[in-house]
């Protein structure tokens, strides 16, 4: 999808079709397909939409430090905790 748009090329994700109608028509019963990917010359170009800021979208969790004595790892799973 990126490629085609740096050559002008307008894309769409299409993942809700009929299996069997797309396997018929490519004459492949042997794939199952996950999407279709339709590309052309878009007839118009919308204005690009407005962004989330990274700090809106990505956050930091923080543990606090293992008190002293302790590994910080659950003795029942040895997962961390």
Avoid: C, N
Wanted: proline share 10%.
């Amino acid at each position: 999808m990126l490629a085609a748009t740096a050559l002008g090329l307008g894309t769409v994700w299409v993942g809700a079709f009929d299996d069997a109608a797309v396997q018929r028509v490519l004459g492949r019963h042997d794939l199952l397909p996950v999407a279709i990917l339709p590309v052309g010359y878009p007839a118009e170009e919308p204005e690009p939409t407005r962004r989330r800021s990274l700090a809106d979208l990505v956050h930091e969790i923080v543990r606090p430090a293992a008190p002293a004595g302790e590994t910080g790892v659950s003795r029942m799973s040895g997962m961390p905790r």
